[in-house]
């Protein structure tokens, strides 16, 4: 197994839902949805890294806060390590750049859409956990 790329997601929650995003067409994992993120550059921590890719992909400012969980997939393309975190919104205007749609979803409608691998036991544990606090700890 080559070394695993080393990528960040963000968790942005309303407390009953959180915000998914599509990768659009022409992208690895097109159609599929994600956390929106992607990956730490040399000298950045992963919070500084998911606070500029939230900037760069989606045109918003963010708060990183607590670490939801870290997995590791396998894909065709790579091996992928992905952290993913509880994010608020400070500011910005919402602008897409890899991601061709947003959803606001619950977790049961989460567990219906065809999600990115590596996101998927993030997605689950959110699910499981069924309501998101406000803080955006699990409660």
């Not at 067409?25 to 992963?46: D, M, N, R, V």
């Not at 602008?95 to 689950?124: C, K």
Request: aromatic fraction near 8%.
């Amino acid at each position: 197994m080559s070394n695993p790329i080393r990528v960040v997601g963000a968790v942005f929650h309303d407390g009953s839902r959180f915000l998914a995003c599509r990768k659009k067409p022409g992208k690895p994992l097109e159609g599929h949805w994600e956390f929106p993120g992607g990956k730490i550059e040399p000298g950045e921590s992963p919070e500084q890294a998911l606070a500029r890719e939230i900037r760069e992909e989606l045109n918003l400012i963010a708060r990183v806060s607590s670490k939801l969980t870290t997995t590791t997939y396998q894909y065709d393309f790579a091996t992928i390590e992905l952290t993913t975190f509880y994010c608020t919104l400070i500011s910005g205007k919402l602008r897409l750049s890899d991601h061709d749609a947003t959803r606001w979803v619950s977790p049961a409608e989460a567990m219906e859409m065809t999600w990115a691998p590596a996101d998927i036991p993030a997605v689950e544990m959110l699910a499981a956990n069924r309501k998101i606090g406000s803080s955006g700890l699990p409660q």
